[in-house]
């Protein structure tokens, strides 16, 4: 089975930057869509940004023109740079890839945006 371990969350203050990274592993298949998501405290885990794999992205609109997801193919990794963060950014990030035949997530990383 494929393995997504979230890194990079923290503390960050209003309108900095963080840049989350997302590390497949142990999966025969290949990771095809793949994607961050988010949830809030007392909220429901929503679509934060998607990419396939061959680098067509998709963004809520919450996050466009701040966010940027990336990936890695060879290293079987994807990125959320996060840019001009705000209040409202702070959730538990988490990681989510498909290959053909099932859909893994990782533990997630949480993110806190606070002056």
């Known amino acids: 089975q494929v393995q997504l371990v979230e890194s990079g969350g923290g503390l960050v203050q209003p309108g900095g930057s963080l840049r989350l990274s997302c590390a497949a592993s142990?999966?025969?298949?290949?990771?095809?869509?793949m994607g961050w998501y988010r949830q809030a405290p007392g909220k429901q885990r929503d679509l934060v940004a998607t990419?396939?794999?061959?680098?067509?992205?998709r963004y809520a609109d919450s996050v466009k023109g701040r966010f940027t997801i990336s990936r890695d193919n060879v290293k079987n990794t994807v990125y959320l740079q996060m840019n001009s963060l705000k209040p409202e950014d702070t959730a538990v990030y988490y990681c989510?890839?498909?290959?053909?035949?099932?859909?893994?997530w990782g533990r997630g990383t949480p993110v806190t945006v606070s002056s």
């Open positions: 989510r890839g498909e290959t053909w035949r099932n859909v893994y």
């Open positions: 142990g999966g025969i298949f290949p990771v095809n869509d």
């Open positions: 990419i396939t794999r061959v680098g067509s992205t």
